[in-house]
């Protein structure tokens, strides 16, 4: 709603309640333009006309008096006088006063932007003065408020693509200003000017230039989520604590954060980018819909349901097929029993192809798909708490309500607990014949799949002697159970013991969740007794170049894999299929890190849809745990056709963190993974012996961005 609406609006009712006759009130309105559509079709809708009372004159010309004063500039013109005896005659803020009423308001926005850039100069040679510097400071922040209201009135405003970049431009260079150090930021702003102002000309808008932008764009939106979670997260309990304290309704209080940020040029810049949303999802040829998993079915049905966190239910065994709407997803949870399809509303944010629950979504046939478009969410949104019908038709979803007589009702047994059964696992025997193995001595039952398919493909993949492979040993299946034996660790591994009983009869997830923590800290507490087997396994790790002084990195590293068979995806997926946490057997793959500049995952057939002609890669910049972790953003993906010998680039990258290395990692290999009916992929840890190292990206120094020479070797040989 924009400030002249809003503030036409708190005038009417003033008039209404001045004279009792509700045509006063209809006709203020309609001078100013203000239909009963235009108040239905606001965010919170006005749908109702007031009913009297006279003793709320005075607090409506009370309210009415601060909202002009905030709304209509007033405050601006004051503080900006309040100053002068120290700005003197200056140009360019003399200008914005001048011209308050500027129906141009893009020019006004530029000349508020340079204005508050010049007024930086004058604050910094008044740090000394405080006097001064609060009255600089004052009309500082009402500049600051003064542009929020100057976008306000542009968001209902129809421009073209070119002036919404312009606008957005000159909005970003006054958040600079009243966040000069936010680091995250001024990466955004500089990919912006660098990479979507480039793009910003109609001339530009080739498929390969928007989803340049897009991956901008993506960023930035994210970087705006984060922000007013963040303030949401602050904000609430001090709300809640004073609402109480002062008599304020529970639903008042809850809204303060909200209003804030709503309030804040943060949330004006959020309304700005959803007007650039569909020119560039049209013209990068994007969908509404992105499909991470398709499932088994085409059609899959379920009763619809709504939650804020996948995080909060994946514990959760739902008594039917249901459909789960879900704004959070963070990349790291597990699927709930029962769910039939997951949608992500929320798109600023989205897990990769590759993250945890996108592969279990896979390994489960779940449909998994995230919704780009905000009417098609809302609709969605109309159909919860019904049974429905999602449709998947190539790169589009249809949901529907279902009208099936068919469906089954909430007490009938479900398909999903009938094809539950116990998967076997790798079977290991009870001890180890040797406490750490060469390349050469992996076998089945010793260690897992990883170790052993890196035997497997080591040297032997036909015409590519150039390919390298990392140095290799691992440690054992059954090793992490002989140190539990020892006197040393005898305590800790019967209270590890005892907590896994509790955890059997457990029922409430953060009793659960709380076992599981405990029993990865006690794990952590194992100590290393060297004796004449352990010390062989200390000497292999000399030999593998571990320095001495390095040793206890390399065991605290080794302990965390061990300790990861507690992890609580793990817990939750392995439940699902039978595996109890005192089946599952860790062996650790002990390799060399490549310190490498881009690092990929492929798919060797295309898992958005199932085409066995394409293979899909995920590419990003240094080390691939930014791909198969919980890091925001996305990578650059593409499909190439084996067929044809061409690719499809889907995503230009927009990660906020790489990952730089080098050393060793210690990789968790357990009995678990690559079973017939469960792949386990994800579920342990894998551990560098030194924290990687988290560099912020800027992509427009990035030759994936500005090379497309390279970038096209590069998809080439990952696609060879």
């Known amino acids: 709603r924009s400030v002249s609406a809003f503030l036409l609006n708190r005038s009417s009712d003033l008039r209404f309640l001045y004279s009792g006759n509700i045509e006063d009130y209809r006709n203020t309105l309609k001078r100013g333009g203000v239909t009963k559509e235009r108040m239905a079709s606001y965010e919170r809708k006005i749908v109702a006309e007031p009913w009297h009372n006279r003793d709320y004159i005075g607090d409506f010309e009370r309210y009415l008096k601060i909202l002009k004063s905030v709304h209509a500039s007033t405050d601006l013109v004051q503080t900006y006088e309040q100053c002068k005896y120290m700005i003197g005659n200056n140009g360019k803020l003399d200008e914005i006063i001048r011209c308050k009423d500027d129906q141009n308001v893009i020019n006004q926005i530029r000349r508020v932007a340079e204005g508050r850039e010049c007024l930086q100069g004058i604050i910094r040679n008044n740090m000394g003065d405080c006097g001064k510097l609060r009255d600089v400071l004052f009309f500082e922040l009402s500049l600051e408020v003064y542009m929020r209201q100057l976008v306000e009135k542009v968001i209902h405003i129809k421009l073209n693509y070119q002036q919404y970049i312009d606008e957005i431009s000159l909005v970003l260079r006054n958040i600079k200003i009243s966040y000069p150090n936010y680091s995250e930021f001024n990466i955004c702003l500089d990919d912006w000017f660098n990479i979507v102002e480039k793009y910003k000309n109609e001339n530009n808008f080739s498929k390969e ?7 901008v764009v993506s960023r930035l939106s994210r970087l705006l989520s984060n922000v007013i979670d963040y303030y949401n997260q602050n904000f609430e309990g001090r709300a809640k604590y ?15 954060a909200e209003e804030l940020m709503r309030g804040s040029i943060f949330f004006a810049l959020s309304m700005l980018l959803k007007k650039i949303e569909p020119t560039i999802r049209q013209n990068a040829q994007l969908g509404d819909w992105l499909i991470i998993s398709r499932g088994k079915e085409s059609l899959v049905k379920g009763k619809m349901i709504h939650v804020p966190n996948l995080h909060d239910v994946q514990f959760t065994k739902y008594p039917e097929k249901t459909v789960i709407l879900s704004e959070n997803v963070s990349g790291n949870e597990e699927v709930p029993i029962n769910c039939s399809c997951l949608i992500i509303i929320k798109s600023e944010n989205y897990p990769d192809i590759l993250a945890h629950v ?15 478009n905000e009417d098609k969410a809302n609709n969605i949104m109309k159909l919860l708490n019904k049974k429905v019908e999602v449709n998947l038709e190539n790169q589009e979803i249809l949901i529907k309500e279902s009208t099936s007589s068919n469906d089954k009702n909430n007490n009938e047994k479900d398909e999903e607990e009938e094809e539950i059964k116990k ?6 025997g009870d001890k180890y014949k040797k406490i750490f193995l060469e390349l050469s001595e992996f076998e089945k039952n010793i260690v897992g799949a990883k170790s052993n398919n890196t035997k497997k493909i080591f040297g032997k993949v036909p015409g590519c002697d150039w390919l390298k ?10 090793v992490h159970e002989y140190f539990m034996s020892l006197n040393e660790n005898k305590s800790i591994a019967e209270e590890i013991n005892e907590y896994i009983q509790k955890i059997k009869v457990a029922i409430k997830k953060d009793i659960i969740s709380d076992l599981l923590t405990k029993c990865k800290e006690l794990t952590m507490k194992l100590k290393f007794v060297e004796n004449s087997e352990t010390k062989q396994l200390k000497e ?35 439940s699902k299929v039978g595996i109890t946490i005192n089946d599952i057997r860790m062996a650790v793959l002990c390799q060399k890190i490549i310190p490498a500049e881009y690092a990929y995952v492929i798919h060797t057939k295309n898992p958005s849809n199932n085409n066995p002609d394409e293979v899909f890669a995920e590419v990003c910049i240094g080390m691939g745990e930014a791909l198969v972790g919980a890091y925001e953003g996305q990578s650059l993906s593409f499909a190439y056709n084996k067929k044809t010998n061409s690719y499809d680039i889907k995503s230009f990258p927009n990660k906020s963190i790489a990952l730089k290395n080098s050393g060793f990692i210690f990789r ?3 009995n678990t993974e690559d079973l017939e009916g469960f792949s386990g992929a994800g579920l342990f840890d894998s551990v560098p012996m030194v924290e990687d190292h988290e560099i912020e990206v800027c992509y427009k120094n990035d030759k994936i961005f500005y090379d497309g020479g390279f970038r096209d070797h590069l998809i080439r040989r990952i696609s060879e």
């Open 540 to 574: 292999r790790l000399f030999q593998f170049g571990i320095k001495p002084n390095e040793f206890d990195l390399a065991f605290k590293a080794i302990k965390s894999v061990w300790a990861s068979k507690f992890n609580e995806r793990a817990y939750i997926a392995t």
């Open 209 to 215: 230039a928007m989803l340049k932008v897009k991956s």
């Open 668 to 670: 968790s290999d357990s």
């Open 358 to 372: 996108s592969v279990r979504a896979r390994n489960l046939n779940v449909p998994f798909a995230v919704c780009f």
């Open 423 to 428: 998967v076997q696992v790798l079977k290991t």
């Open 469 to 478: 492979y990392p140095e290799s040993f691992a440690i054992p299946f059954n």
């Open 242 to 256: 004073f609402g109480k304290e002062c008599g304020v309704d529970n639903y008042a209080s809850s809204m303060l």
